[in-house]
């Protein structure tokens, strides 16, 4: 009895009796003996979380800090890190009691001694003496069989915390939501309502905990509740915080598998946490895989043989730990995996039959995404995979997933024909509270959720309905998407597959009709000489032959009426023609001096070398002279004076027509040849 008096003493601040407050022991837990003992955990990186809650603890009014955030991210650490607070400056006061000293005189552990001056200069000079109690609320029911008993028991404790006579003490309530209901029958109250009078007289101090979603949905509906508790919002901490968190915790999780963590193995696990586990929170979900990773390493260790080698985390456990959870390929790769990525292809291209090109890209973004190049907010890959039924799309799907990631069935398939319908985008992500299904998921997500390393194929996107359609676009560009949960799916360990039918009669069409050109252009690779042919119209006698110099391709309709500038450019397309006459002829060249005082002409002659083939249609239709003119200078080329002539006039025929170099002497006439030839194709003639 004297050492329990002596440790309640040292722990309460001068209690000399824990049995003042029987029922609340009973019912809870002492943080600030569990912290005078040693047995809480160093806090880590949450030094403003904890001030933020001393401040509202010694405020006048509205004195009762209520910590919101995530699962994980350190509410219930930021309580006893307050509990280590309270109890630092008696810890202080004997430290000669708890610290062992070298001979020199000074502490043996100088961290230790260090950081509890830090502890007890942030304790408040009002909070001294005070010790913080978790209260359990499923202790407090516990064993309530008839009515007025819970009731009875949660009095007994306000009364013994309320009393002036007892050690001032803190309740701390994690999971505070579950205040609201508990212990409520028909016709009676819950402990919620039971502990607000004493909130709001103040003799009674509560820290409390809950989710952001919990507090929403119970304390936020009960605004006397809500406006007693002062909420404060702790924060999800950075992968940079969270390896300083794992570095000061590490020795505690060494110690206790008998293994060391190396600085490596610290910053992969609060990386690779944060990428690949994405459904739980900082700093947790990091501490939970460096207590694996010990874990590993210490069994190993027991089974192996060699006892010499030092027990250490490295970086490679720790993705070896992240690949087991997740199913995901982490860490270096491994001889065996880097030959099944290099035989990737020709695997896929044995059983995906006439389609290399597809095969290629896809083993190609596989192999990219293995070795870390590739944009790691995104999926592995996006494919859109167009063609005819059956030609392979989702053989190809099924051929990658069976190849690479072991199995068929690690194939998500969504068959959007099912999702023709506006609404039914609640199918894809799970259906809104308060609608039936909204606790089984969505079809797309929870698939995902459960194998986050598949193939996600969306068989007939067309499909779908539009607004389906588009929450796809969250996929490909974030990798993420939201369920009607709130959950966050990650899409980015997936390779997103799309295919579609439409077009495929197109597709077909002008895949002939390529293989058709690419056939008439190897025959036309094949002849020796295509000499230029031209339809003679019936009655005409126009067949000219000069002495070989050079061959001209092209074929051109005679048009004897001269309608219009168009036809007078079509005309003017067979070259030889053209310049061997104007050349030779004395009233074109007359024509053509004449034309040297008219500033119009001129400047058609001048756009006809310099500019293009619609501004000289544009000169002509502007100013009636300009193609008045162009009709005379047609009129006058000679084009009947053939060194040859073909007497057939019955019926059309082509002939073959031979033009010299030297006929490109005159610049103009060829400038005015080219460009009215341009002109002549742009117009169809």
Request: glycine share 6%.
């Amino acid at each position: 009895d004297a050492e329990e008096n002596e440790g309640s003493e040292l722990v309460a601040g001068g209690d000399t009796s824990r049995s003042s407050t029987p029922t609340l022991m009973e019912c809870g837990i002492d943080l600030t003996e569990a912290a005078m003992k040693g047995e809480l955990d160093d806090v880590f990186g949450r030094d403003k979380e904890i001030m933020s809650c001393l401040r509202t603890l010694v405020r006048r009014r509205k004195n009762n800090p209520c910590l919101i955030g995530e699962p994980g991210v350190g509410k219930t650490a930021v309580a006893e890190g307050i509990a280590q607070i309270l109890v630092a400056p008696k810890l202080l006061d004997n430290a000669d009691e708890i610290l062992e000293r070298n001979d020199d005189g000074s502490f043996v552990d100088q961290e230790k001694f260090k950081r509890l001056i830090k502890l007890a200069s942030m304790c408040p000079p009002r909070l001294k003496g005070h010790r913080i109690v978790t209260l359990e609320l499923a202790n407090l029911v516990a064993g309530t069989k008839y009515r007025g008993e819970f009731e009875e028991r949660l009095q007994n404790i306000l009364e013994e915390v309320t009393n002036e006579h007892t050690v001032p003490t803190v309740l701390f309530i994690d999971e505070i939501h579950t205040l609201v209901g508990a212990g409520s029958t028909e016709g009676g109250i819950d402990a919620a309502n039971m502990m607000k009078p004493a909130l709001s007289r103040g003799k009674l101090q509560v820290i409390g905990a809950t989710t952001i979603s919990e507090y929403r949905k119970h304390i936020e509906k009960d605004a006397a509740l809500e406006r007693r508790l002062q909420p404060l919002l702790v924060k999800e901490p950075s992968v940079k915080d969270t390896v300083n968190i794992l570095a000061a915790v590490a020795p505690k999780y060494g110690e206790h598998h008998g293994v060391t963590y190396t600085p490596l193995a610290l910053e992969a696990a609060a990386k690779l946490s944060e990428r690949f586990i994405t459904d739980r929170f900082l700093p947790d979900k990091a501490l939970d895989l460096l207590d694996e990773a010990g874990a590993l390493v210490h069994i190993e260790q027991s089974l192996g043989d060699d006892d010499d080698v030092d027990p250490i985390v490295t970086e490679e456990t720790i993705s070896q730990v992240v690949s087991e959870w997740t199913s995901v390929p982490i860490g270096k790769l491994e001889s065996k995996e880097t030959d099944r990525l290099m035989i990737l292809e020709s695997q896929m291209g044995e059983r995906v039959k006439g389609q290399s090109r597809a095969v290629r890209s896809v083993a190609r973004a596989v192999r990219r995404a293995r070795s870390g190049l590739r944009d790691a907010s995104r999926p592995i890959a996006s494919f859109m995979f167009c063609g005819p039924t059956g030609v392979g799309k989702t053989e190809l799907c099924k051929t990658l997933a069976e190849t690479y990631f072991a199995s068929e069935k690690d194939m998500v398939r969504i068959d959007m024909s099912e999702y023709m319908e506006k609404h039914s985008v609640s199918r894809l992500t799970g259906p809104p509270p308060g609608y039936i299904g909204y606790d089984e998921g969505g079809q797309l997500t929870e698939a995902v959720r459960r194998s986050p390393h598949s193939v996600v194929l969306l068989d007939e996107l067309e499909k779908g309905h539009p607004d389906v359609l588009n929450i796809l676009l969250q996929i490909l560009e974030d990798g993420v998407l939201t369920d009607g949960k709130g959950r966050t799916v990650s899409f980015k360990n997936t390779v997103l597959v799309m295919t579609s039918n439409v077009g495929s009669r197109r597709i077909l069409e002008v895949s002939t009709e390529h293989k058709k050109r690419e056939e008439d252009r190897k025959l036309r690779k094949k002849e020796e000489d295509r000499m230029l042919r031209r339809k003679i119209q019936e009655g005409e006698n126009v067949q000219r032959k000069i002495p070989k110099k050079k061959k001209v391709r092209g074929s051109v309709e005679w048009d004897q009426n001269h309608n219009g500038s168009s036809s007078i450019a079509s005309q003017l397309e067979t070259e030889e023609v053209v310049m061997s006459s104007l050349l030779k002829n004395p009233e074109a060249t007359k024509l053509i001096t004449e034309a040297a005082n008219k500033p119009d002409i001129m400047k058609a002659m001048s756009t006809a070398m310099t500019g293009s083939p619609a501004d000289i249609l544009r000169l002509s239709n502007k100013n009636p002279n300009v193609e008045e003119f162009l009709k005379k200078l047609w009129t006058s080329l000679d084009v009947t004076d053939p060194i040859e002539t073909n007497t057939d006039t019955t019926n059309n025929s082509t002939e073959e027509v031979i033009i010299t170099d030297e006929d490109e002497e005159n610049d103009f006439v060829y400038g005015l040849y080219k460009q009215f030839k341009i002109f002549s194709k742009v117009n169809g003639a």
